[in-house]
């Protein structure tokens, strides 16, 4: 009887002391995600300022040009046709 009793104490023990673990890991990943959000939302809320300053923006060694999310879906659903090779249908 003993013995059961050592087991099971010593057994809840280690599952109380693996769980905190868990618990502590996990708020450590909740942390981070959080941070990592405000840095998107920092990074998110710059390009939109230096979009209405000017229409261009710079990443490093690349630059690209601001656009209007209207404007840029409208040039995505009709492209300019010189840009693109339409190939015969009997090449298909």
């Not at 840095?39 to 990443?59: H, P, V």
């Not at 404007?71 to 339409?86: G, H, T």
Request: hydrophobic share 45%.
């Amino acid at each position: 009887m003993i013995k059961f009793l050592l087991g099971f104490l010593s057994s809840t023990l280690v599952c109380t002391v693996f769980y905190k673990y868990m618990l502590d890991q996990d708020y450590v990943i909740m942390l981070q995600q959080n941070d990592l959000l405000q840095i998107q939302q920092e990074m998110i809320l710059g390009i939109q300022l230096d979009c209405m300053e000017r229409n261009w923006i710079t990443f490093e060694d690349e630059i690209f040009i601001c656009m209007h999310v209207n404007k840029m879906f409208q040039q995505l659903s009709e492209p300019p046709s010189r840009n693109f090779i339409f190939p015969d249908e009997n090449q298909a």
